[in-house]
């Protein structure tokens, strides 16, 4: 239940209807005091008339976020609800413990609507490794992974395990925030040629997107918020 608590869906509900709502993405909470980190592109996307939620799975309740801190250089926004009552919530990891090459996870919620009685969302769970990082300047301070974002799960952390020094265990930390997906150049396998026609059998690989910590770190500037680092 502690991972439904703490990453959790991300709801549009209108004003006047209720019982209705619409599912954005995903957020997770950074503290027991109810702070939280989603991409900017959800938070943009609640329309006047509407209001955002979360919606914790293990303790079947919906919190009202309010915008506290909205980046203007990363697609990332900081919101605060009420106190999420998150125990012991999971530090944040930066260098030397991360780099290409490794192991991360990603638990989101995945957009799958199957009808009108039915969530338009389920968990969905992804593992690999950062790949590379990103040297485009349109996805700056980026970690590229070696699976795709997909629909619903923007917003989710990077979440990674590493051995702790002198004991049999390891630490669970959040070494970024992923928001979404870029394909990679076209990656030709074979030709098939002759004199009447010529074939090409070819991939488009798909890479995620991370923001590293230190773009994480940024959208706390100003706010007060004591976030836990792992050291």
């Given at each position: 239940?502690?991972?439904?608590?703490?990453?959790?869906?991300?709801?549009?509900?209108?004003?006047?209807?209720?019982?209705?709502?619409?599912?954005?993405?995903?957020?997770?909470?950074?503290?027991?005091?109810?702070?939280?980190?989603?991409?900017?592109?959800?938070?943009?996307?609640?329309?006047?008339?509407?209001?955002?939620?979360?919606?914790?799975?293990?303790?079947?309740?919906?919190?009202?976020?309010?915008?506290?801190?909205?980046?203007?250089?990363?697609?990332?926004?900081?919101?605060?609800?009420?106190?999420?009552?998150?125990?012991?919530?999971?530090?944040?990891?930066?260098?030397?413990?991360?780099?290409?090459?490794?192991?991360?996870?990603?638990?989101?919620?995945?957009?799958?609507?199957?009808?009108?009685?039915?969530?338009?969302?389920?968990?969905?769970?992804?593992?690999?490794?950062?790949s590379g990082i990103s040297r485009e300047?349109?996805?700056?301070?980026?970690?590229?992974?070696?699976?795709?974002?997909?629909?619903?799960?923007?917003?989710s952390p990077l979440v990674c395990h590493?051995?702790?020094?002198?004991?049999?265990?390891?630490?669970?930390?959040?070494?970024?925030?992923?928001?979404?997906?870029?394909?990679?150049?076209?990656?030709?396998?074979?030709?098939?040629?002759?004199?009447?026609?010529?074939?090409?059998?070819?991939?488009?690989?798909?890479?995620?997107?991370?923001?590293?910590?230190?773009?994480?770190?940024?959208?706390?500037?100003?706010?007060?918020?004591?976030?836990?680092?792992?050291?």
């Open positions: 239940m502690y991972v439904e608590d703490v990453i959790v869906p991300l709801i549009a509900i209108p004003e006047n209807a209720a019982n209705k709502f619409r599912f954005l993405g995903t957020g997770f909470y950074i503290d027991e005091k109810g702070y939280l980190i989603t991409c900017r592109h959800i938070t943009d996307a609640v329309n006047e008339n509407e209001r955002l939620f979360t919606y914790q799975l293990g303790k079947r309740r919906e919190l009202e976020l309010k915008l506290i801190n909205r980046s203007t250089q990363y697609d990332i926004s900081l919101c605060k609800s009420d106190p999420s009552e998150v125990e012991n919530p999971w530090p944040f990891f930066d260098a030397p413990y991360i780099n290409i090459g490794s192991d991360v996870e990603v638990y989101g919620y995945f957009h799958e609507p199957l009808g009108p009685k039915e969530l338009p969302f389920r968990q969905r769970y992804m593992k690999g490794y950062i300047t349109s996805y700056p301070d980026s970690y590229e992974l070696n699976f795709p974002i997909l629909f619903g799960m923007s917003g590493i051995p702790i020094e002198g004991e049999n265990k390891r630490q669970t930390g959040i070494v970024g925030c992923v928001y979404g997906s870029r394909e990679s150049e076209v990656v030709h396998y074979t030709v098939i040629s002759s004199e009447n026609y010529e074939e090409r059998v070819s991939r488009i690989v798909e890479l995620g997107l991370s923001y590293m910590p230190k773009a994480l770190f940024s959208v706390f500037e100003g706010s007060g918020i004591n976030i836990r680092i792992f050291s």
